[in-house]
């Protein structure tokens, strides 16, 4: 690690974390005694429940429809136990399924035979997913060198996926580390994963695992062909993180958006519903050496990022915590933070700058993500080209993991593919030119940089201190957060939330936890 | 008064451009940018920078002079009505009723497609359009879907709603135009219409079928939340609401 340039206080830092600690423990009780439809449905898929019937529904959800309250119990023993009383493989069972083979209904066998079978698929499912991230070290092993640092993030949206494979192929060949599919608007409130390859979106693509299997080996043929890693990047927020987790995870993605609030704040999302889904997706996440990437770039496109400075930082505390007990380990959070100065501020780059120094010296394993100015860009292009590299300098100098890239059309249109050249361009520039400047450089004492930090440290110790006191489902219908109220019981996907029974099972849950070494709260 | 361009000397006509042409990097790509700036006018067309963006891909900047020149006393402009934006919203809200507005929003009757109020309401909004929640000067609630017409006055009322927001997406039958009514006559029922702005909006839903039905205002495909944000302030201001 670099020597410190802020001179933060340690002990507010352990503070900071310990806060985080009580804040979610509450949570993670409930968590532990809640499953939920998506779960369940993530469960199915990673025994192969997969497709759709003939008027589209997914498998899973058929399934899950079928057992209907007694998902308490878990669904896997009823698709393992159609399993061995049809003697079917999955692909067959699927087949059966959507054609109104009701599983439900089904006797069942003893159930040593249903653990037997279980640890067959979990067998399967682990070592698939074994397998991915086994050629995906073995990738960015060789590739190393290649890579920019921080990794270039570039993003595609054309609703059509075979166009987005065009342009996340230009963009890989400009130099991108990274490529994110956007989705489709109001993808994250829909209660089922979309089938197959799919042509058409708002705003972006579906996410479908044949989408992301067709992105992928096109990113991969490319990297060969320019002798690089090119990361996949795609979203679990919304009504179902861990089934796109697992989607993500069998297709060898890289990287997914992974909030544990965002859902609940910016897309209204029922609060238990979140959380008990967002610990299953992060372990199937760690499971795969996926990178969360977290939405604290939300908070600031609402507050004012000076006064607001805190939300960032204490949402990163959450996330991290969150994270820890999901079983992801520092190195896979891309907690997240935003270049969202006014630029009419003086001494805004400053601030900003303390901001991200402070980020990366509190996370120092944490490949922070860093987002772009949008807010304050005008059609004025080349102006924002100048905030653009303002911001790359920033990113470079204090060591962000992953920059997405600012595009200087930002607030005109979706980006014309020389807009990111230009990007890219920009920030290889900004990089090479400022290759070993932060290792070059010091802070002055107490200077603007120094005190800034110590300010929002403080600021962010005393907001976790006034969450702790209400306690998080509290303050979040409070209006703690992004200014937004979100009742216990409002939203979406609350009904989809039950309670385990005493006999729950769920080998694949199970099997996660002890690889990842999660330690039980208890009730 | 006769005008063009102006680069370094006046009347020199003189117009900075970029853009991207579906071919490889080379002379002849060059060559071909050259003559799509003579084609679209230009004199003197130079290309002062070619890149590769990728195989089949180069960007060009290009200067170019042009010929055409404008009267400039004869340039008129209309007028046209413009939608506040997001922070015009808040601003206006800030100035004319000086404290928050209060919005509820559902999408009522049996329909159970949230997708029109979520796009409106939502904290995220869509297509880069915050939605109402986001803006500080409003304090948004989207009930969501199924509400009965009249649960959607009653929680209203709760909330000391400002406007009241209805999308319809399921138009079958006429389903909508039947729910619609319903609601403005409870409304009126009530004696609440005059106090609050109501809007109906949804795919098939225009301005003149929501005025036709008594409503303030119709939001069809295509609007964003600061159309309709605007328009709720705006007609709360002219109605002299503090």
């Known amino acids: 690690m670099t020597k410190s340039k802020l001179n933060l206080d340690k002990d507010k830092i352990a503070k900071a974390r310990e806060l985080s600690k009580q804040i979610t423990a509450p949570v993670q009780k409930y968590i532990e005694k809640h499953t939920t439809v998506a779960i369940e449905r993530t469960t199915l898929r990673m025994m192969g429940a997969d497709g759709v019937d003939s008027i589209g529904v997914p498998i899973p959800n058929m399934v899950v429809d079928q057992i209907g309250d007694h998902i308490c119990y878990g669904s896997a023993k009823y698709y393992i136990n159609a399993l061995l009383k049809k003697g079917l493989t999955p692909e067959e069972l699927n087949i059966e399924i959507a054609n109104g083979l009701d599983i439900a209904k089904i006797d069942f066998v003893d159930f040593s035979y249903i653990e037997e079978k279980a640890q067959e698929l979990v067998g399967t499912f682990a070592a698939k997913v074994k397998a991915n991230v086994a050629y995906r070290a073995e990738k960015v092993t060789r590739y190393k060198e290649k890579e920019n640092a921080p990794l270039l993030y570039l993003i595609v949206a054309t609703g059509n996926i075979y166009e987005d494979v065009k342009q996340a192929q ?41 989408n992301f299997k067709i992105m992928r080996k096109a990113l991969d043929e490319t990297g060969e062909e320019i002798g690089k890693y090119i990361r996949l990047v795609n979203y679990c927020s919304g009504l179902c993180m861990p089934e796109i987790a697992v989607m993500g995870a069998l297709e060898r993605l890289d990287m997914m958006l992974n909030d544990s609030m965002y859902g609940i704040l910016f897309r209204d999302i029922n609060m238990y519903r979140t959380f008990v889904d967002q610990k299953f997706s992060r372990m199937i996440n760690s499971f795969a050496g996926i990178v969360i990437n977290s939405g604290e770039d939300n908070y600031l496109t609402t507050s004012d990022a000076v006064e607001k400075a805190y939300t960032v930082t204490a949402s990163q505390f959450i996330n991290e915590r969150f994270a820890y007990e999901s079983g992801l380990p520092a190195k896979l959070m891309g907690l997240g933070h935003a270049f969202e100065m006014n630029p009419d501020i003086k001494n805004g780059f400053l601030l900003e700058m303390a901001q991200a120094q402070m980020a990366h010296e509190i996370f120092p394993e944490a490949p922070l993500k860093y987002m772009p100015p949008t807010k304050y860009m005008t059609g004025d292009i080349f102006k924002g080209l100048a905030m653009n590299t303002l911001f790359n300098f920033i990113a470079k100098s204090t060591n962000q993991g992953i920059l997405l890239l600012g595009m200087l059309t930002e607030a005109i249109h979706t980006p014309f593919m020389q807009d990111r050249f230009l990007g890219v361009a920009n920030a290889k520039y900004v990089l090479n030119n400022m290759a070993d400047f932060s290792d070059d450089i010091e802070f002055k004492k107490d200077g603007i940089m120094q005190t800034r930090a110590k300010v929002v440290l403080d600021e962010t110790i005393e907001f976790l201190e006034e969450i702790n006191k209400t306690d998080l489902f509290n303050a979040i219908e409070t209006k703690m957060f992004a200014e937004v109220s979100r009742p216990k019981n409002g939203g979406k996907g609350l009904s989809g939330v039950a309670e385990k029974a005493k006999d729950y099972y769920n080998p694949f849950y199970t099997y996660l936890e002890n690889e990842l070494n999660i330690v039980k709260k208890g009730n | 008064m006769m005008i063009r361009p102006y680069g370094d000397t006046l009347n020199d006509g003189a117009v900075q451009m970029s853009f991207t042409l579906p071919v490889a990097h080379s002379a002849k790509a060059d060559e071909a940018a050259i003559i799509f700036g003579k084609k679209l006018g230009f004199k003197e067309v130079e290309v002062v920078h070619s890149n590769p963006l990728s195989d089949e891909f180069t960007f060009f900047v290009v200067y170019g002079k042009t010929e055409i020149s404008i009267d400039y006393d004869k340039v008129v402009v209309e007028e046209v009505e413009k939608s506040l934006d997001f922070y015009g919203v808040n601003n206006f809200i800030k100035e004319n009723i000086k404290r928050k507005i209060v919005v509820v929003g559902a999408c009522s009757g049996t329909d159970a497609h949230t997708v029109g109020i979520d796009a409106i309401m939502n904290m995220k909004g869509f297509d880069q359009h915050y939605g109402l929640e986001r803006y500080p000067m409003i304090e948004a609630f989207n009930l969501g879907a199924q509400v009965t017409n009249e649960d959607l006055i009653k929680k209203a009322v709760a909330l000391k709603a400002d406007a009241i927001l209805i999308s319809q997406i399921v138009t079958q039958k006429d389903v909508h135009i039947q729910n619609l009514t319903e609601f403005i006559e409870l409304l009126e029922a009530e004696g609440l219409r005059s106090k609050m702005v109501v809007c109906a909006g949804g795919p098939r839903i225009g301005n003149k079928l929501a005025l036709e039905l008594g409503y303030d205002a119709g939001f069809g495909r295509g609007t964003y939340p600061e159309n309709v944000a605007s328009f709720i302030v705006e007609k709360m201001h002219e109605r002299g609401v503090k």
């Open chain 1, 170 to 210: 230009a963009a890989a060949k400009q130099g991108a580390d990274i490529i994110a599919v956007i989705r489709t608007t109001g993808q994250s409130l829909l209660d089922f994963v979309p089938f197959g390859p799919t042509t058409e979106g708002f705003g972006g693509t579906y996410a479908t695992q044949e």
